[in-house]
């Protein structure tokens, strides 16, 4: 089995409506901002990076519901293309498992 599995912390910047699939899944988006301090090759830099995040299925909407724009949290779950129509992969989101 590949691995795939991402663990981001950050500030929410924007949390869309509650929406369902057709197969009567529930969806939230939210607009993750994260910026930190990293080392690389020796040499400290600045990252930032904005990340779309799905909270998918009734487990983790009882804690969404409770998060607002300008909340902070760590996000653990795994990355997929954004849709079926993006052939090329290259456009991602993240896929929440576990929030704190």
Same mark, same amino acid.
């Given at each position: 089995?590949?691995?795939? !599995? ?9 949390? =869309? $409506?509650? +929406? /369902? ?12 901002? %994260?910026?930190? +301090? @990293? ?11 904005? /990340?779309? /995040? ?6 983790? @909407? ?5 998060? !607002? ?5 760590? /996000?653990?779950?795994?990355? $997929?293309?954004?849709?079926? =129509?993006?052939?090329?992969?290259? @456009?991602?989101?993240? %896929? $929440? !498992? %576990?929030?704190?």
């Amino acid at each position: 089995m590949e691995s795939n !599995q991402l663990v981001i912390s950050g500030v929410i910047l924007e949390l =869309k $409506a509650l +929406r /369902v699939t057709p197969g009567g899944v529930p969806i939230r988006t939210l607009l993750l901002e %994260h910026r930190s +301090r @990293q080392v690389e090759v020796g040499i400290p830099r600045e990252v930032f990076c904005r /990340v779309r /995040v799905e909270v998918r299925g009734t487990e983790l @909407q009882s804690l969404i519901e409770s998060l !607002q724009v300008g909340s902070r949290i760590t /996000v653990t779950g795994f990355i $997929a293309r954004s849709g079926y =129509k993006d052939e090329d992969g290259i @456009q991602l989101n993240l %896929h $929440a !498992q %576990h929030i704190e």
